[in-house]
């Protein structure tokens, strides 16, 4: 505590803004130099010790699904799954919270992954066809993913590329084999860890001894291994072609067919191949009969079909076996489908999913998963899907985790911190209520052990979809868990069809369809889409408002209610000549009466006019009011009574862009279309001058390169008034604040928009007892027109004690102190280019930190975090955080708005990701890294939410219980490798490596 | 001539006298002062008054230097000045102040030429052109009505090359003024490569360069920047190692007062290094033959004072409109100008004391008459008002809300929705007020 004393001592003895005000003079450096020197050093070092306890940068974790992901792995022995992306990321996961990252210094797909069986280790080839070696190293009681490898594979001098050109990858169960196929028919044999070419072992194409003689066998397609004989492996050739290859002897089986994959059953005695024509053959691998082709099957006959990419089949010990593939569709009339099929006995349903198949494994029951089959886990390209094998009906299982964000677009997205356990409690049971038809089996990938403490909150994040829905996510942990679902869609007649018949097939329809996934990118109204949210969680009242200037108040109910909402029109043009909206209609609202489900439901509807996106919102529920705004006004509503209260047009009457909406989009496209057609013309008449000229043509050619070296050029004009969208709405914010005079704090309203003004209204709210009756009325109290006309982003006021104003309802919680009321109150008002604070109630600027100016750099983001120190439980300072368009992240102390620190955070590239990002109450962020990704990131010390995890080897997993000596006699081939190596090296630690190293 | 020369040998006799000539009206006074002391400028404004009999009248001092040009007297400075570089005789014009009228002023020397050829001084025989200027008298008489100059503090810069030393000779420091002025900037930025002197040699490296000027633009006008000029700083800050974009942002950011060095593609108009021996002080040197930078030099003279103020305070001066909230009705009828009182207060140029950003209420009762003007004189009679002693046109808040204030007047007319009321008694601020 004396720490903190004498900090804030210090803070208050350094040079007081005045003195430090960036000037904007040619000879600032300067001056800033002789500041740093007069400064004292005992007070540098204490802030920077100071920061140094407060602020930190990580990216800590992604959440969603990965990006175009291109290769599964899956490793029983630690059950973990593991999704190699085709950017060069590799992700694992086990059990909710166990999850790693990779990512390989190329920037080439993955293309397969392998765990090395029985180990920690697995293999990536990526498509430049080098091999890496990745290892799950525990470091202080945590698992890390390192890289400890790369492999290349070199064929003989002279060689084609296709020699080495790897398109089959074993990995033996003995954990000490690498077996590669590659394009050209040879099969090499790599020792690993530590990629040694065994080249006495390789299988050449030569070795392969056919009955018809030699012949081009193309690429290796499959390597299996026999389950049961480990020495035994099949090789599946291009040309249709299996060799069964034994230490010395090989046994060739003649295939006629393109071969697609080879599947060796767990009794060791049959062999499937599947093919692509769509059909699939069992083979026996008993003595003499293997020469015998068997016959060929064709699920979904007839017709011609298309390729059966993969298939396995299972026993079961009760029953009939599983036989599951993907592919072979009817080609002419489902060959646009995405299948998997699965068969068990009478039971045959073709999954259906929305996007294509990556790859399918299936999870057994029992420690070494040979038991019967329990889940079915399928990576198509948007979304992991796993089906419970043994409940009836094969339902999905909910993943935990890699859940598609993305199911629909995300158009915005909320953060809410410390939610309160009620409203959590009462989400869940709505949640839980929508998630009836998944399956009620725990998650079955339980490999590792999550580590990290339990969330220090609840926090929610709220993202808003394309097709109208809100999604409350559980963000207090590692995994982002799917908690509610919110559709807005049900209120307004859409085309859409409200009967969700996804998972209805047809009677008797063939094949057995069955749709399953999430993932649905298609929105039958863009108006729907969702544009801001605001969520109190105190009181459960939720503001969102969407495309076509439609604004919801929802309120949190435990029973569901029948019943029709009806919609207040706003005029935000308030009789403004001249105007002519050429956008989208606004939504229709239905006129009977709909069930809504327990959860959010609607009891007041906005309808801006003209209907355009609703671009700034927020919602008091103290007193019952939302305030919204369009880029052509905003206006205030009462809630409670259901009525206007306040309309602004705040439209610049010579601003012809935001008078004719969103359609001058049209004019472009045609202005676009008349442009190049005009560049054709004139390249045909180029052309001709080209044919009779010589001259000309080089002239032609001349005047091509100026055009395309004509360099990127920008125009320095100062902002105008007459700019266009300056109008446009950008912050709303409420507060209960020093307006008029010194002495008397009143409700306000303050609105911001994109031409840098500032309004500001005084809210008279009639007491509470007549809350219902009285009206609440506006009244325009300021207006402040910002010299540097760069749009006003945030609004906020800070109060006596420089500390932002408290959330509604928060005081009344007794979740934050009352607002100092004694002291006088400041407005900071933060525009894209500088962060500005004046006084109230008179305005005066007191004082300003420049961005653009100074560093060329805009405002996209901005919010209030608390940051609490890492060292001491009693000492935290409010923080301005903000994000700039380059990707920048800083960090600006309140209220002095100084810059703290900054950290590189996003590429300046990425806008999206930049315009996503939304910032937590302690420090924390998320931005969309991929259209189904959000990157978790903290700039806190003390508030990080990461995975800690740890994933230990099977064989010390079973043996931590004393058996350390067997272990050690037991002939494991890696371990005594490397342990012999390491001898070597260092006698006594031994056996500690050996341990480590399994 | 007889009288020339033998001016010329009572001068070289008794080397402190210097023969004035003044002129009011048609009247001309012959004097002398003091070449080594010439006394204050208030003693020599007394003494104008006195030899003119000149009562009741405010007047401005203007004389001509030796290159013909009209130049103020209007402090100790330039008084000293005036007749220090007389040669041989002091030629001293006299005008009646108070009818200054705010023309689109230029600080160009090229431009006050032009002007004082238009005005009324120009229609004695001030300059060396005079023949040039007589076949134009005519027609100007005629077309034009007569322009009056006004005081270099009433006038407003337009640009000027300042940090001469400091920068290297190669380099130009150039202070774009926006304020108030319908001039857009106009120039255009681009990036290149540019080829600097390292440790290790020539280097190629990222530049950002000026690529096109708009015509008639503020850029161009001023003859100080050109196409292909490599733009080094922006207001102090260096540009290498930023992108064009976050360049583009800066200047737009810094737009009211735009500071930018550049490296002239045209080095041959340096600004040669013994020219600044008396810095910024005034001195306008003939050796380079470019009247832009002439102009600029004399408008570093004149405008000195106040550069100095804004390098300090370039508060963005936010224009704040206050409302009483005891009047509800904002439906207030747009063609009573009358009911709708509308206060609108630039904050003043900051210097220290005064606030920055200023709101402000009806004060100024005494200007109370101007509510019953007509709507289409307001802006004029509005922009006169605001150029009224003492923050005239030194005040860089009241040029950039020159233009805003246009911008409410004529939103005003056509826009009902901004009038506001007037707030009673609330004035606690001084400065500058405008009461509409």
Same mark, same amino acid.
């Given at each position: ?113 392998? =765990? ?83 080249? %006495? ?40 072609? $299996? ?63 298309? @390729? ?20 072979? $569709? ?21 999954? %259906? ?5 990556? %790859? ?152 057995? =369809? ?124 009462? #809630?409670?009574?259901? +009525? ?62 100026? $055009? ?52 500001? #209204? ?9 809350? !219902? ?7 325009? @109290? ?37 607002? %100092? ?153 890696? @371990? ?23 | 001539? +007889? ?116 005005? +009324? ?10 023949? @040039? ?17 006004? $005081? ?153 004072? =106040?550069? !100095? ?23 207030? +009828? ?103």
């Amino acid at each position: 505590m004396g720490f903190v004393v004498t900090v804030a001592g210090v803070s208050v003895r350094r040079p007081p803004a005045g003195a430090e005000k960036d000037c904007i003079s040619v000879k600032q450096m300067t001056r800033r130099g002789r500041m740093k020197r007069f400064r004292r050093h005992g007070q540098e070092s204490h802030r920077d010790k100071l920061k140094q306890e407060l602020y930190q940068f990580n990216k800590t974790v992604e959440h969603g699904f990965p990006h175009q992901p291109s290769a599964l792995g899956y490793s029983p022995s630690l059950q973990l799954l593991a999704i190699g992306t085709r950017s060069g990321a590799i992700k694992l996961y086990g059990a909710p919270g166990v999850e790693f990252m990779g990512l390989h210094e190329e920037n080439a797909a993955v293309t397969r992954v392998f =765990f090395l069986p029985n180990q920690v280790e697995l293999v990536t080839l990526l498509d430049d066809n080098n091999l890496h070696m990745w290892t799950l190293q525990a470091h202080q009681g945590l698992s890390e993913l390192l890289e400890i490898g790369r492999f290349t594979l070199t064929g003989p001098p002279g060689a084609p590329p296709s020699v080495t050109r790897i398109t089959a990858v074993l990995a033996h169960s003995s954990g000490e084999l690498l077996l590669l196929g590659t394009e050209g028919g040879h099969v090499f044999v790599v020792e690993v860890p530590g990629f040694r070419e065994l080249e %006495d072992k390789n299988i050449s194409l030569e070795a392969v001894q056919t009955p018809e003689g030699r012949r081009n066998l193309e690429s290796v397609e499959d390597l299996q291994e026999n389950p049961l004989n480990p020495r035994q492996v099949l090789v599946g050739y291009g040309r249709g072609l $299996m060799v069964l290859w034994d230490l010395d002897v090989n046994v060739p089986v003649l295939l006629l067919r393109q071969l697609e994959s080879v599947w060796w059953m767990p009794d060791g005695e049959h062999i499937l191949s599947s093919h692509s024509d769509g059909s699939y053959c069992r083979w026996m691998v008993n003595g003499e009969d293997t020469q015998n082709e068997p016959e060929k099957e064709v699920p979904y006959g007839n017709f011609p079909c298309k @390729a059966i990419t993969k298939i396995i089949q299972l026993p079961t010990t009760r029953g009939p076996p599983f036989l599951i593939f993907s592919g072979g $569709m009817p080609r002419a009339s489902y060959g646009d489908r995405h299948c998997i099929s699965v068969i068990s006995g009478k039971t045959h349903v073709a999954l %259906d999913f929305t996007s294509r198949i990556i %790859d399918f494994f299936v999870i057994g029951e029992g420690e070494r998963q040979k038991g019967n089959p329990s889940a079915l886990v399928v990576l198509v390209e948007e979304e992991l899907v796993v089906v419970d094998l043994q409940t009836e009906g094969w339902p999905i299982i909910q993943t935990p985790y890699l859940v598609p964000l993305h199911s629909s677009a995300i158009t915005c997205s909320h953060h809410v911190s410390g939610i309160p356990l009620k409203l959590w409690e009462r989400l869940q049971t709505a949640g839980k209520l929508q998630k009836t038809h998944y399956s009620s089996k725990p998650w079955p990938l339980i490999g590792g052990k999550n580590l990290s403490p339990d969330p220090p909150q609840r926090d929610l994040l709220l993202t808003g979809h394309e097709d109208g829905t809100v999604r409350f996510w559980d963000a207090s942990g590692v995994c982002l868990y799917p908690m509610y679902k919110l559709s807005t869609a049900s209120v307004f007649q859409t085309d859409a069809d409200l009967n969700d018949n996804m998972n209805q097939g047809l009677e008797g329809e063939w094949p057995p =369809f069955r749709k399953v996934g999430c993932f649905d990118p298609y929105s039958d109204d863009p108006r729907l889409g969702i544009q801001k949210i605001h969520l109190c969680k105190y009181s459960g009242y939720l503001a969102v408002a969407g495309t076509a200037g439609q604004i919801l108040v929802l309120e949190l109910n435990d029973e569901s209610l029948e019943q029709s909402v009806e919609g207040t029109l706003v005029d935000l043009l308030q009789g403004q000549e001249g105007f002519r909206w050429k956008g989208h209609a606004r939504l229709e609202e239905r006129e009977e009466s709909v069930n809504f489900p327990p959860g959010f439901q609607p009891f007041a509807l906005i309808q801006c006019q003209p209907p355009a996106v609703v671009t700034a919102l927020t919602l008091h529920s103290e007193w019952k009011l939302v305030a919204f705004g369009t880029s052509h006004g905003f206006g205030l509503f009462d #809630y409670q009574q259901k +009525n206007t209260v306040l309309v602004r047009c705040t439209l610049n009457p010579s601003d012809q862009l935001a008078m004719e909406g969103p359609l001058s989009r049209v004019k472009s496209i045609k202005k676009s279309l008349r442009q190049s057609f005009r560049r054709i013309r004139r390249s045909r008449v180029s052309m001709r001058k080209q044919h009779t000229n010589n001259a000309a043509k080089v002239e032609g050619a001349e005047a091509l390169q100026e $055009m395309e070296l004509a360099p990127v050029q920008r125009k320095i004009e100062a902002r105008s008034s007459d700019d266009s969208f300056t109008g446009l709405v950008r912050a709303l914010y409420f507060a209960d604040s020093f307006l008029s005079d010194s002495t008397h704090n009143t409700p306000s309203l303050w609105a911001g928009t994109n031409g840098g003004s500032i309004f500001a #209204y005084t809210l008279r709210l009639p007491p509470t007892e007549r809350r !219902a009756e009285e009206p609440v009325t506006a009244h325009p @109290a300021k207006e402040i027109q910002l010299m540097h006309r760069a749009p006003v982003v945030g609004l906020l006021i800070l109060d006596g004690r420089g500390a932002p104003l408290p959330e509604p309802l928060e005081v009344a919680h007794d979740l934050a102190r009352s607002p %100092d009321m004694q002291g006088s109150h400041h407005l900071l008002v933060v525009s894209e280019e500088q962060f500005k604070v004046f006084t109230l109630p008179k305005v005066s600027s007191k004082m300003k930190l420049k961005l653009t100016a100074v560093e060329g750099s805009r405002v996209r983001r901005v919010s209030v975090a608390w940051f609490a120190s890492s060292r001491t439980e009693e000492y935290g300072e409010n923080g301005l955080v903000v994000l700039t368009n380059l990707g920048d992240l800083h960090v600006l102390s309140l209220p002095h708005i100084k810059m703290q620190v900054h950290y590189p955070c996003i590429r300046r590239e990425d806008i999206s990701g930049i315009a996503s990002c939304v910032f937590t109450k302690h420090g924390q962020g998320f931005y969309l890294i991929s259209p189904s990704e959000f990157e978790r990131f903290s700039l806190s010390a003390r508030w990080v939410v990461a995975p800690k995890c740890l994933v230990e080897a099977p064989h010390q997993a079973s043996t931590s219980s004393g058996k350390h000596h067997k272990s050690r006699a037991q002939p494991d081939g890696v @371990a005594v490798g490397r342990v012999m190596e390491h001898a070597l090296l260092n006698d006594e630690r031994e056996y500690f490596i050996g341990c480590l190293t399994q | 001539m +007889n009288r020339s020369f033998k001016s010329q040998s009572v001068r070289y006799l008794d080397c402190n006298a210097v023969e004035v000539k003044s002129k009011y009206g048609a009247e001309f006074r012959r004097f002398s002062v003091d070449r080594v002391k010439p006394g204050k400028f208030e003693e020599f404004y007394k003494l104008i008054l006195h030899i003119h009999k000149i009562a009741n009248a405010e007047v401005m001092i203007g004389y001509a230097d030796v290159h013909g040009d009209l130049l103020p007297i209007n402090n100790d400075d330039n008084f000293c000045k005036a007749v220090s570089s007389a040669h041989p005789l002091l030629r001293i014009f006299i005008q009646r102040q108070g009818t200054v009228s705010l023309s689109t002023w230029q600080k160009s020397r090229k431009r006050i030429r032009e002007e004082v050829d238009y005005s +009324n001084f120009g229609t004695n025989t001030l300059t060396r052109r005079k023949k @040039a200027v007589v076949t134009l008298r005519n027609d100007v008489n005629r077309k034009r009505p007569q322009i009056r100059i006004g $005081m270099p503090q009433d006038f407003r810069p337009v640009s000027s090359i300042i940090d001469v030393d400091i920068l290297p000779e190669s380099h130009r420091r150039v202070r774009l003024y926006r304020h108030g002025s319908d001039k857009p900037l106009g120039f255009y930025i681009r990036d290149g490569t540019s080829v600097r002197v390292t440790p290790h040699g020539l280097e190629k490296v990222p530049g950002i360069f000026i690529s096109r000027m708009v015509p008639g633009g503020l850029a161009e006008s001023t003859g100080l920047l050109a196409v292909n000029d490599e733009v080094l700083e922006v207001n102090g800050i260096e540009v290498s190692g930023k992108t064009l974009d976050q360049v583009t942002d800066m200047m737009i950011a810094n737009s009211h007062n735009l500071i930018i060095t550049v490296k002239p593609v045209n080095q041959r108009n340096n600004i040669v290094r013994s020219s600044r021996t008396s810095g910024s002080s005034g001195q306008s040197t003939d050796s380079s033959g470019s009247v832009g930078y002439l102009g600029v030099a004399a408008a570093a003279a004149t405008a000195h004072s =106040f550069i !100095a103020d804004e390098l300090e305070s370039d508060e963005d001066s936010d224009i704040v409109i206050e409302s009483s909230i005891k009047r509800p009705s904002r439906r207030s +009828n747009a063609s009573s100008a009358h009911s709708r009182s509308h206060t609108v207060t630039p904050v003043p140029p900051s210097p220290p004391q005064r606030p920055s950003s200023t709101v402000s209420a009806a004060s100024c009762h005494s200007q109370s008459g101007l509510n019953g003007t007509a709507h289409g004189s307001l802006s004029s009679r509005l922009q006169r008002d605001l150029c009224l002693p003492p923050h005239q046109g030194s005040s860089p808040a009241f040029r950039e809300s020159n233009g805003s204030l246009h911008k409410i007047l004529s939103a005003m007319r056509t826009d009902p929705r901004h009038s506001l009321a007037l707030p009673q008694g609330g004035v606690e601020e001084d400065g500058t007020v405008i009461t509409l």
